[in-house]
C-alpha cells in the first residue's frame, strides 16, 4: 500500500553501514555531508511509509552525484534531534551544507553559518517523501554546494496525513530516542551495497 | 500677507504647501504629505486633502481660522492602461531537435547512430547494425540503464550516445565503460522518433556546441546536400548557445519560426487615418503614430488579439472613470519590443524560446474631473474658502523653478504610474504641458513578463530596487561588484539567491537568470520606456520640437527618487546640451511638493 | 541492514471478505499500541502520580506525592493559583468513587461538585474521570457544562486567503447558526483584510456572531485591541514544563498576555489538548489525559473564562491508542468540571471513517458542550487553512438530520437556499462598499457574483495578490480600528451592519463577555453561565429542545408534507 513510487532499481541492494572512525571535518569544498540520526539503518530499516533506507541514500547520494559534487556519510548517536543532526553535519562539511535525515524519513537541509534551529529547506512531512524527493534533496543539497540557487523542492500537503500518521511518527520519534548513546561522537560511515539480483 | 495653502492631489500622495503671499513675496512655512484618498480626481480626495493642510498647519503652529484660501490643483486629465500580446511563435516539427540545456548532460563529444529504444538494445545485440543512440523513457534507474547499456557494448552494439528521460546523464555516464554524450531531463522522451538517424552532442562545463549549432556540421553529420542544408538552417539557429543537444533527421522535419497574426491597429488622427498590422512591431507602430499625430483615438480589429488588448484598456478606463466604453477616446499609445520566454510548441523537454511580443501602454483623456467637489468640501471642513486653478503641468513647473540653480526656461518631467508628463514654462511665463502613454507600471509589465516571474510585487521589487547576489550567509556582492558584510546572518530564504535590497532587507527574485541577467533586464526596460517617452514628451514641449531649445530639465514625482532613472535621462538628454537633473523644491523638498508650491507662486503672482 | 525494496510481500491468498475490508476507509487510519513509560497512552498508566495534597501554613507544600523543592514550574503555578487552598485537604478526603457519583447524580447540583472539585489536585482529578465510561462522562457532561444552551464554533478560511470567500462564507455560517466564527491565513499578510472580512460577513449573517483570526501572537492581540476582531482563542498552554519552554513561554507569560486581552473587555480562552506533549517527545512519561489535567488547572489558576481543549490539533495520537476517544471526552468533561467555558475539539481532520468521524463527536453533541466544535468547517475542507476539520460543508445536511433523529441542539439549522444566497450576495456587497470607502483593493460585480453561487476558492475570479496585500499593510499603516469599519458601513447604507458590528463592539465596554461562556443572542442579549446557568437536575430539566427551536430543527432539505405527499416543505 505504501511502496515507494518512482525510479528505483529493479535490483534488490542491501545496505550495510560500516564505522570507520570518528567523523572529522572535510576540507573539500564540493562536498556535501549526510549526517544519519542514531537508527537509521539500525533498528530501523525503512521510512514510516516504508521507503528503505538503503534506497534514501542511494537516491540523496545519487541526486548529489547527478551534481558533480561528491558526499560523506556520518552517523550522530548523541541525539535524535533533526536540527542538531544536521547541524552537525553542516559543520563537518567542507562546503558547509549538510542534509540530515532521520529514521522515519524527515529530512533537512542546513549549512554551518545558520543558528542550529535555522536551516535551508525542512521537510517534516515525513509521509509524504518518497524516492524521488530524495533525489531532489540531494540534488539541491549539491547545488547549494555549488553556490548556485534551487528552487527549493516543493513540499506537499495532505491533510488526511494527521489521522495515519501522526501517531506513528510520536510513536517512532520516541524510539528513535531510545537508541541515543549519550557522549558517543559522530562517526564517519562507509556504504555497502550489495546487489543481490538484477531484475 | 495672506496665508494660503497649495494642495496637490497626486494618484498615490497627497502634497501641502502653507506659505505667507504678499507684495508678491512667497515665505515657506511648512510642507505636508499624506497618502491620497480615494481616486484622483473623485470627491473622496477631499479626505487627504483635508488631512495634509491640517499636518502643514500643525506643523508651522497656525490655527485653520487663519488660513485665507486653499489652492487646488486642476487634476491631470489622463489615465492609462496596459496590454501585452506575444507575436512570434517556435515550433518544432517531428520532433527533429531537442534544445533544451539540462544543468547536467553527462559525457562529452558527439555521437551519431540510430534511435534505438533501451528495451529493444538486448535484441540488436546479436547483429549489430552500426552505430546506435539509445532512448531511456521514464521510470529506468540510473543503476539499471547502466548495467544495460555496458552490457550491449560488451556484446559488440556500438553505443554513441542516449538520450534519457530522467536526471540521470552524470550518473550513467560515470557507471558506463564506454564514455559517450548523454543528454537528460527530456520529459517527452517517447516522441523521440525511433530507427531515424540522430546526433547527440555535449559540450564541456562552460562551452557550448559546435556542431549541430553549425549549418555545415549538420550538413556534414547527416551528409546533405545545399538544398537539404538550407531547410536544417533554423535548426541550427535554434540550438544556438546550448551546451548540450540531439538532432534527429527526419523526413520532413523543422523548426519554424512564425509570425502570429494579432491584427490591425487603427490610428485615427486629425488629419488622416493610419493602419498597422501589431506584428510588424513597436517601430512600425511608433511610426505609423507620428504619421497620424495628433491622436484622436484607436481602435484595434475586433476579434484579434489588439481588438482584446484595446478593449481590455478601455474596460479599465470605464472602471476608474465611470464613463461608457463609447466614450472613451485614446489619445496615446507607446508600443515597445519585448522578448517573452514561452515554451516551444512540439518541443521534448520543455524548451524556452524567446518570442517577440508588444507591450502596449494606451492614454486616455477624460474630462470628469470633479475638483470642484473636492474644494468645496475642503472648503466646509476647514471653514475657508478654496479654489481649484492651474494646469497642472504650469504649477509642477513653477514648484520647479523654487529648485536651486533654475531658471526660465524650465521644463518639467513627471514620471509618474501611467504617463509620463512633460511642461515647459517660457520666459514670458506662457506653459505647454503634454502627456503620453506609458511609464513605472509598463516598466514593471516588461520586466514581469520578461523575467517570466508571474509576479507583479517581485517585479516591482526588481524595478525600484538595486539587486546583490548572497554569497554567504555573512556577505553579499552588490551589483556594481562592491561586497558588503553583515553582522547578523541573512535569513536562509536568500541563501545563495540573487536578492533585490528593499527597505525591507534582501528579498529573493525567483528565476534561474543571474544577477546581470535581471539587471539587463531592468535597465533596458526603463530605457525604452522612461528614456524614450522622456524624449517623446520633452519634444512636443520644445519649441520647434527642438530638445537643443531647451536649457534646463527638472525631473520630479516619484520615480525621480529611482536609483538610476534620473542618470539615464541625463546621459541621454546630455547630447542636446540640456542640464538635467532631480529637482529640490525649496532645496529642501526634493521632487516633491512642485505643484502644490506652484500653486501658491501662481497665487503670489496673480495677486494685486 | 536494509533492503531497497519493501521485503517480498507474502502471497498468501485472503478471503474475498477480507479484501473487501481492507479496502474500507477506516484501515487507511493509523493505529499504535500503547507505550505507558513513555506517555504514549491515553488515561491509565502506572506512572502517573498518586493523589495527595499537603497544606502548611496556608501554602501547599506536597502536591500528589511531590515534595515543595521538586515542583516544576507547571506544579508550582497550580499550587499557588489553580487550589483552592482552604479546602483542599477536606475535598482530596473524599474518595473518587463518591466524587465521580455527585458528578453523574442529578440530585447533587452542579455547585456542590464544583466546591469539591475546586480543592483537588491533577492526580485526584485524573483519579475520578478514570472510573467513568463515556456514558458516565457524557452525563457529567450534561450537568456540568456553564452555559445551559449549547452553541457551536466555525472555521471560515481561504484556500487563496480571497477575503470575500471569508466574507460570503461567514455570513452563510453566521446564519445557519455558528455563534462563533474563527479564520486564519496562509499568508500571514493577508490577516487585516480577511479578519474585516470575517467580521463584516458574520454581521450580514446574523447580528451578534463573534468572530477571531488566529495569528502570532503579538499580531492576534493588535487585531483585538483594533476591534477588528471580537475573541481570542489560540493562545497555546501545555503540559510539562519542558514544552513550555521550547515554546519560549511560561505559565506567568502565557497569564499576562489573557490579562491584556481582559484590559480591553476582549473575550478569550486558551487552547490545550492531550497528545501534544507526547507528540513533542516531552510527556515526561505521564499519560495524556493527566498533562492535560494539569493544562486546565493551570487555564483556571490564569483566571481566562475558558478553554479549547479535546486534542485540537494533536488528535491524530488519542485517535490512534486505546480509549483514547474516552480520553477526549474526559478533557473537556474536566474543564467543566473547573467551571471553565470549554470549546470542545471536533475541529481537525480526524478519519478517514465517516462512522468513525461521527463517533468521536457524539460525547459532545449528545450532552452538549459551550461549543460542540470549535470549529466546524464552514468552507470545504480544502479552503480549510487549519489543516481540514472533522465536519465541513459537504456535512451541513447529514449535521442537520442527526440533530433532527436525536432531538439534540448541535447549535445549526437548516435554512433555505434562496435564504442563503441573500446572506452570500448582501455579504459580499457589503464588503465590496466598505472596501471601496476605506480605498482598499476593488472587489468587482463579478466577484459578488461568483460568491454569491460559490461552493470553493476555485469559483471566485483570481484576486489581484499584490494589490490586496498593499491595501492590507495599509489597514495597518491607518491604524483603521472596528469603529472606522462601523462608519464605512453605516456611510454606505449598510445600516444594519453597522449597528450589528456597533453592537458587538459595545460590548467590551460593558465586558459582558468576559463572563465565562459567554454568546451573544441574535438580539445581542449576552448569554453566559452568570443569566443562561445550567440549571440541569435530572430528566425534564436544564436545556431542552423543543419549542420553536425545536420545530427549526425539524426541518431539513427534503421532508414529504403530510398534507400534500406530493410536495415537500422546507
Known sequence: MSSPTGPTSTAERTLRLRDIGPARRGTRPDEVVIALSPAFAGIFSKTIVEVPHAEVLRQLLAGIEEQGVTARVIQVHDTADLAAISHLGARLSGSGISVGVLSRGTTMIHQRDLARLSNLELFPQSPLLDAPVFRQIGSNAARYAKGESPEPVPTRNDQMARPRWQAKAALLHLKEFETIEAGRGPVEVELDFELSSAG | ?608 | MTTTQPAGQSRKRTSLRTDILEDRPVNLDGFVEEWPEKGLVAMESAFDPEPGVRVEDGVIVELDGKPRADFDFMDTFIAAHAIDIATTEASMAVSSDEIARMIIDPRTSRDEVLAVIRGLTPAKILDVVRLMNVVEIMQGMQKMRARRTPANQAHSTSARDNPIQVAVDAAEGAVRGFAELETTLGVVRYAPLVAIALQVGGQVGRGGVLTQCALEEATELELGMRGITAYAETISIYGTESVFVDGDDTPWSKTFLASAYASRGIKMRFTSGTGSEVQMGNAEGKSMLYLEIRCILMARGAGVQGLQNGSISCIGVPGAVPGGIRAVAAENLVASLCDLEVASGNDQSFSHSSMRRVARLMPQLLPGTDFVCSGYSAVPNADNMFAGSNFDTDDYDDWNTIQRDLQVDGGLRHVREDDILAVRRRAAEALQALFRHLDLPTITDAEVEAATYANSSNDYPLRDVLADLKGAQSVMERGLTGVDLVKGLEATGFHDVAENLLTVLRQRVSGDLLQTSAILTPEFVPLSAINDANDYAGPGTGYRLQGERWEELKKLRHVTSASNPETEVS
Open chain 2, 1 to 608: 500677507m495672506e496665508l494660503v495653502v497649495g494642495v496637490d492631489v497626486g494618484n498615490s500622495t497627497t502634497e501641502a504647501c502653507l506659505a505667507r503671499v504678499g507684495d508678491g513675496a512667497v515665505t515657506l512655512l511648512a510642507t505636508a504629505l499624506t497618502r491620497t484618498t480615494g481616486v484622483k480626481g473623485t470627491p473622496k480626495n477631499a479626505d487627504g486633502a483635508v488631512t495634509a493642510v491640517r499636518a502643514a498647519l500643525e506643523r508651522a503652529g497656525v490655527t485653520p481660522d487663519a488660513l485665507h484660501r486653499v489652492l487646488l490643483n486642476e487634476a491631470t486629465p489622463v489615465i492609462s492602461g496596459l496590454a501585452m500580446e506575444t507575436i512570434t511563435e517556435t515550433i518544432i516539427t517531428e520532433s527533429t531537435m531537442i534544445g533544451h540545456n539540462p544543468a547536467t548532460p553527462g559525457g562529452t563529444g558527439i555521437g551519431v547512430g540510430v534511435t534505438v529504444a533501451i528495451g529493444d538494445v538486448g535484441d540488436i545485440a546479436d547483429g549489430p547494425e552500426g552505430p546506435v543512440v539509445v532512448v531511456v523513457p521514464p521510470g529506468w534507474d540510473f543503476d539499471d540503464v547502466a548495467a544495460t547499456l555496458n552490457a550491449a557494448v560488451d556484446t559488440g552494439v556500438d553505443l554513441t550516445a542516449a538520450i534519457l528521460a530522467g536526471d540521470d546523464a552524470v550518473l550513467v555516464t560515470n557507471r558506463l565503460t564506454r564514455k559517450v554524450p548523454v543528454v537528460d531531463e527530456v520529459a517527452a522522451v517517447e516522441k523521440v522518433p525511433l530507427g531515424m538517424l540522430s546526433a547527440v552532442e555535449v559540450a564541456p562545463p562552460g562551452r557550448t556546441i559546435r556542431t549541430l549549432s553549425n549549418s555545415y556540421g549538420l550538413a556534414t553529420v547527416f551528409g546533405l546536400d545545399p538544398q537539404q542544408t538550407r531547410q536544417v538552417a533554423p535548426v541550427a539557429r535554434a540550438l544556438t548557445g546550448n551546451r548540450s543537444a540531439v538532432v534527429v533527421r527526419t523526413p520532413t522535419g523543422d523548426v519554424t519560426d512564425r509570425r502570429i497574426p494579432v491584427g490591425e491597429l487603427t490610428l485615427r488622427g486629425e488629419a488622416r487615418t493610419v493602419r498597422v498590422d501589431v506584428d510588424a512591431g513597436a517601430e512600425a507602430i511608433m511610426d505609423a503614430l507620428a504619421r497620424a499625430q495628433p491622436l484622436v483615438d484607436a481602435t484595434g480589429e475586433p476579434g484579434t488579439h489588439v481588438g482584446g488588448m484595446l478593449a481590455q484598456v478601455r474596460d479599465t478606463m470605464t472602471d476608474i472613470t465611470g464613463q461608457p466604453a463609447s466614450e472613451i477616446a485614446i489619445r496615446d499609445v507607446l508600443a515597445v519590443d519585448t522578448m517573452v520566454p514561452a515554451e516551444v510548441r512540439g518541443g521534448l523537454a520543455g524548451e524556452v524560446a524567446l518570442e517577440n511580443a508588444v507591450a502596449l501602454a494606451a492614454m486616455v483623456r477624460t474630462d470628469r474631473s470633479r475638483m470642484q467637489a473636492v474644494a468645496d468640501r475642503v472648503a466646509d471642513e476647514l471653514g475657508t474658502s478654496a479654489a481649484v486653478g492651474g494646469i497642472e503641468g504650469a504649477m509642477a513647473a513653477l514648484g520647479a523653478l523654487t529648485t536651486p540653480g533654475v531658471e526660465r526656461p524650465v521644463a518639467v518631467l513627471d514620471l509618474g504610474g501611467g504617463s509620463t508628463d512633460a511642461a515647459l514654462l517660457d520666459r514670458d511665463g506662457a506653459c505647454v504641458a503634454m502627456h503620453v502613454a506609458g511609464a513605472g507600471e509598463l516598466v514593471t509589465k516588461l520586466i514581469d513578463a520578461e523575467l517570466a516571474l508571474d509576479n507583479r510585487e517581485t517585479a516591482e521589487h526588481v524595478k525600484r530596487h538595486p539587486l546583490a547576489k548572497v554569497e554567504s550567509f555573512y556577505h553579499l556582492r552588490h551589483e556594481d561588484g562592491t561586497v558588503q558584510f553583515v553582522q547578523e546572518p541573512l535569513p536562509p530564504q536568500v541563501f545563495a539567491r540573487v536578492v533585490t535590497l528593499g527597505a525591507d532587507g534582501p528579498a529573493p527574485v525567483p528565476t534561474r537568470l543571474n544577477l546581470d541577467a535581471i539587471r539587463r533586464v531592468r535597465r533596458k526596460a526603463k530605457r525604452r520606456v522612461f528614456v524614450v517617452n522622456a524624449l517623446r514628451a520633452l519634444r512636443q514641449v520644445a519649441p520647434r520640437g527642438d530638445l537643443r531649445a531647451l536649457d534646463f530639465v527638472v525631473l520630479l514625482g516619484g520615480s525621480a527618487l529611482d536609483f538610476e532613472v534620473p542618470d539615464m535621462l541625463a546621459d541621454a538628454l546630455a547630447p542636446f546640451g540640456v542640464v538635467c537633473g532631480t529637482g529640490n523644491v525649496h532645496g529642501t523638498e526634493g521632487p516633491r511638493n512642485a505643484v502644490a508650491s506652484g500653486l501658491v507662486m501662481a497665487y503670489s503672482e496673480a495677486a494685486p
